[in-house]
């Protein structure tokens, strides 16, 4: 069902005219209802009803397209799906956003069920949604949600197409060396709950870039700021948002700043918790099946291998960094990710491919105007109308 649009999202017009101001045209289209929708999981003996909150980019709900399970970062939340929604509509397929637990209208739960109740949630919104498969993407804090979903559900996965894709995957600060992770995980579990307000106050009072995990520990980069574009035009740029994103560069200066302040004025007290879960930093912490990543490894291949051999498909895995050292995992997490996923490890069922993007950075990756979301839409809609 459609939840109600939430209070601090004003309700939009019916169309976005060129003569209203770019900040209006931004809260027209923050506020459409398809980033806004709602689903209660229904009470089991383990827990009592839950509400869901979710946004689709691209093509909505009933019409004829595949679908991406997008697993955002530590606050790569709902409010993702508007700065993708116009490539996603152009290349025809559709990426499911879900609130996590603490997010938005997500109801909130101990960190121990974070992982189970994600899966659980995730699962009982597709069937809601009558999607039977899907291609399956994650960011950062998302990759430890992304690779237990596989693990438990790979016969979600589209069968004649198997899709996975880890943008700026994430590794433990024990095995990275990050000083600020390592630092923050030695703060005392009162402290942490202040993360959310910390963050909140940082993304509400200017800084652009909201929707992954290095937001929290580290600088955060505007794609149409970094190093990489300060010798663009401004024509250039001006071109590079429109093809990116569908609208012009002070449109998208407002979309992402307002759908900051929505975010942070919405709860997102989950952010606590994915702090907790990422640094395993209090009991119940567990990454339940990617808890040692060369163990899950062993077992995905076991699967694929096994899924291979029936069917004759193997899972296609793209692992993609940003340029230089990851902000998060750094030089030795990069490292460690990709010898744990290199190919003799994943087998004949899993064909892996490993890169980096020249100007993207941690956050900044899944942006548009970069090659990889364009080629993981490509790749879904390739199989998806070879199946048709």
Known sequence: MDAPLPTTVPHPSSIVEPSISAEEQAITLISRRKFHR??????TSTHESLKVTYGIAGPDIG?????????????????????QDWLATQKGVRILMIDRPGFGGSTAIQVSQRIPIFIE???????????????LASQSAGTVYALNFISHHPELLCPSNPVLTLFSPWVHQSISGVMSLKIAAALPNPLINGWNSIIGGII????????????????????????????????????????S????????????????????????????????????????????????????????KIEWEKRAKQNGKKLRLDIVFGEGNDAMIGAVGMKYFKDCFKKENCGEGIEVEVSETPGASHDTIIDPCFAPMRELLNRVSKGWRELK
């Not at 709602?38 to 009470?43: E, N, Q, R, S, V």
């Not at 997102?268 to 060369?294: F, H, I, Q």
């Open 38 to 43: 709602l689903f209660t999981l229904p009470a």
């Open 245 to 300: 994103f569908g609208f012009s560069l002070a449109v998208h200066n407002e979309v992402t700043k307002n759908s900051g302040k929505f975010l942070f004025a919405e709860n997102t007290s989950g952010g606590n918790d994915e702090a907790r879960l990422c640094m395993k930093s209090v009991p119940g912490s567990s990454w339940d099946r990617c808890e040692v990543y060369p163990t899950f490894v062993l077992d995905l």
């Open 204 to 243: 509400t009072t200017g800084i652009p870039t909201f929707q992954a995990s290095s937001t929290v520990f580290g600088n955060v980069t505007n794609v149409f700021k970094n190093n990489a574009r300060e010798a663009i035009s401004k024509e250039a740029q001006e071109k590079s948002c429109r093809d």
């Open 63 to 83: 019409e004829d397209a595949p679908t991406i399970l997008y697993v955002g970062g530590m606050f790569g939340t709902r409010y993702l799906a508007i700065t």
């Open 121 to 135: 949630a995730a699962v009982a919104l597709l069937a809601h949604l009558k999607i039977p498969h899907i291609a």
